[in-house]
């Protein structure tokens, strides 16, 4: 069983992000935000030397990163029932993986976190240089868990093409979207295979897959 991270088993809080974007603007006295969604190298790169490319200048860079850092570790907070489940799936004797695609602030941050100790992959991009909906993500995430593919469910909102991407190489695949809202994706509304709007929803769809 494998998970994607951001809007799967945590939330995105746009509050605390546009937060930390005023206070890296103030900082570096620019509009930060626009600069770093267009560095194609944000969630594959080391973070600092994506905040160089974006123009951090040396000396805000030491408190650009803790803007950053303070952001994941608001956000980096299991949603309700997900470690339960984590739990769970491994005392079923199920192998349990991560693929995120995330900028290296996710990987600094998760050892301090409650999903520590909780999967047997964890596969950030960041670490990896590849993103989803690359083969190889899902591959590499595969290769470490010890199963095939086909093997391998992965449970996700849909970003990035991941569900998909996932059906590509094989896996099964499962939307998770919040209960009473569309999927956050226009490109998953219309999703085809199981849909889930809790975490812990993920173990009765699996006694059916
Ligand atoms: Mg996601």
């Not at 909780?118 to 670490?127: P, Y």
């Not at 085809?192 to 173990?203: A, C, K």
Request: contains cysteine.
């Amino acid at each position: 069983m494998i998970f994607d991270l951001w809007e799967t088993l945590i939330d995105w809080d746009p509050e605390a992000a546009r937060r930390m974007n005023e206070r890296i603007d103030e900082l570096v006295g620019f509009g930060f935000r626009e600069r770093w969604y267009a560095a194609p190298n944000r969630y594959t790169a080391p973070v600092r030397e994506v905040l160089a490319g974006v123009g951090i200048a040396a000396e805000a860079m030491d408190d650009v990163c803790a803007a950053r850092l303070d952001f994941v570790r608001h956000c980096l907070v299991p949603r309700a029932g997900a470690v339960g489940t984590l739990r769970r799936l491994r005392a079923d004797g199920y192998g349990v993986g991560l693929i995120t695609v995330c900028s290296e602030d996710v990987e600094a941050i998760w050892p301090e976190s409650a999903f520590a100790g909780l999967f047997d992959a964890e596969v950030f991009s960041s670490r990896i240089g590849i993103s989803k909906p690359d083969p190889r993500i899902y591959l590499a995430c595969c290769e470490e868990l010890g199963v095939e593919p086909r093997e391998a469910v992965f449970v996700g909102d849909g970003a990035n093409d991941e569900l998909e991407g996932a059906r590509r190489v094989g896996m099964q695949a499962i939307l998770i979207h919040k209960h009473g809202q569309d999927p956050l994706w226009p490109e998953v509304r219309t999703w085809d295979g199981p849909r889930v709007t809790t975490i812990p929803e993920v173990l009765e769809v699996l006694e059916r897959c």
